[in-house]
């Protein structure tokens, strides 16, 4: 499929497609933040606000032990390790495949986090330190290289004088000002903060970090003036040419307040998902916020409206209650009608042996759907049919109990997702035999696909549910 903006971000064991913007869910576990300072010193709290912003839509959560705000007050490696360790923890204890960035300058932390499965480094150093420059380069994780005023230099303003003076005669002289301009020039702003991340992209590059493994930030708010952080919003565009992702980083800082007139941190929400779809529109393809639910709105929205950008997807779904074959009929025929979505083909339904603790066999089919819904937004449709259809899901039951619908989000194509809600691909999808051999109806070598698509599959043998017979097509156009 052919799209405008295309290009993979190679961040660990994940290969996070940058054809549609992803969100970073702030997850900061300091006391002393500028804006959320304690909300998450609880281990157990941040982990249950991790997962929350995973099923509000973010797709990366950056978890920091330090806060950066002017005038903090710097923590040891030690302290560091131990606000965060036990947060990356707990978090991929519950959701393994979440992707996880660790906001850190200290080499010895990255090292530690690391190894408990963290995909990317976030360094607002810029990976100035050389230690952390070794570590980048030993690991396969994804990199974020941030511009900070005081460790690159600072930008001075160039005055631009218009008019040439003339003697003033039998009038005393009125002060007037040598700025003329409601910004400081551009260039020179830009060639400093350019000429820096490009030089520290090249430093990884060449210690042996791919180049599809950088990502830059031009570091809003890090002891630049509020006029320099608007010209290098305006300026993202330029950002984007250097050929890394960009990395907006916004999210309630003082120019936001500043041009929006809220002072108040936690009330520049509404404004940090302005300036965040004006960088998207601009180029920039990650999105770090703290309102994760807002911004994922908007930007959901935005997208919906304004891009052409359908993706291929399989929904699996059984029934085994009731007259089965006429319960995936109906869910086929509901889910042809969920907005910007269509059903492209569905498979014959199989009778299939129980799986999962169910009791007796299943009638599974797999449908094949376009989509330009976000993930997110798609299960939530999919859980509605469910409703329509009268499923009860009874968590004290095992596999939730007798359905006369069940709808799994299986796979959207350059998609992965981890969360309560929804995990994608379906973190089940290679074992189940229910699957994939009603699949083979859809795709020539469904199996191939998957493996392609990086989802290790079963031998035949080695599945679960398997398909005994045959039970008919489904009647859904």
Not at 137 to 164: F, Y
Request: charged content about 25%; aromatic content about 4%; some cysteine.
């Amino acid at each position: 499929m052919l799209r405008e903006d295309y290009s993979i971000w190679r961040c660990g064991r994940h290969e996070i497609s940058l054809a549609r913007p992803r969100v970073m869910g702030i997850l900061n576990v300091t006391p002393d933040s500028f804006s959320d300072g304690g909300d998450n010193i609880d281990p157990a709290k941040a982990v249950e606000r991790a997962l929350q912003m995973m099923d509000e839509g973010a797709d990366i959560i950056d978890v920091g032990g330090e806060s950066t705000r002017p005038g903090h007050k710097p923590v040891s490696p030690e302290e560091e390790a131990h606000r965060i360790v036990p947060v990356i923890r707990g978090i991929l204890a519950k959701a393994p495949t979440a992707i996880i960035s660790v906001d850190t300058r200290h080499a010895a932390v990255a090292k530690v986090c690391m190894r408990l499965g963290v995909s990317i480094l976030n360094d607002v150093t810029g990976f100035t330190d050389p230690a952390m420059v070794q570590v980048a380069a030993e690991s396969d994780c994804g990199c974020i290289v941030m511009h900070w005023n005081k460790l690159a230099g600072t930008s001075s303003r160039r005055m631009v004088q218009l008019d040439t003076e003339r003697p003033l005669r039998n009038r005393r002289p009125i002060p007037t000002s040598t700025r003329r301009f409601t910004l400081p020039e551009t260039a020179p702003i830009m060639r400093e903060i350019m000429g820096f991340l490009g030089d520290q992209a090249r430093l990884l590059m060449r210690a042996g970090v791919d180049h599809d493994r950088i990502c830059i930030d031009p570091g809003p708010g890090f002891d630049k003036t509020y006029d320099q952080d608007v010209v290098i919003q305006r300026e993202t565009r330029k950002l984007v040419s250097m050929g890394y992702p960009v990395l907006n980083a916004v999210s309630r800082k003082r120019f936001v307040g500043a041009v929006s007139g809220v002072e108040e941190p936690k009330d520049r929400d509404f404004a940090t998902a302005g300036i965040a779809l004006a960088a998207v529109e601009s180029g920039a393809r990650v999105l770090r916020v703290h309102d994760v639910a807002g911004v994922t709105q908007a930007l959901n929205t935005y997208w919906s409206v304004t891009k052409n950008d359908p993706r291929q997807g399989f929904v699996s779904i059984g029934s085994n209650v009731g007259d089965r074959l006429a319960n995936l009929s109906q869910a086929v025929r509901l889910m042809n009608q969920i907005p910007m979505t269509c059903v492209v083909q569905a498979s014959h339904a199989y009778e299939t042996e129980p799986a999962y603790g169910i009791e007796t066999n299943v009638v599974n089919a797999v449908v094949e759907i376009r989509t330009e819904l976000a993930p997110i937004v798609l299960i939530d449709e999919l859980l509605d049919i469910e409703r329509q259809l009268k499923r009860v899901r009874d968590p004290r039951l095992a596999g939730h109990g007798p359905r006369t619908i069940d709808c799994d989000l299986c796979f959207i194509e350059d998609e992965q997702h981890a969360g309560p809600k929804l995990t994608l691909p379906h973190p089940h999808l290679g074992e189940r035999d229910y699957v994939l051999v009603p699949m083979e109806d859809l795709m020539h070598d469904p199996v191939r696909y998957l493996m392609h698509a990086g989802v290790p599959v079963y031998a035949p043998e080695d599945r679960v549910g398997h398909v005994v017979a045959e039970a008919g097509e489904l009647d859904w156009q």
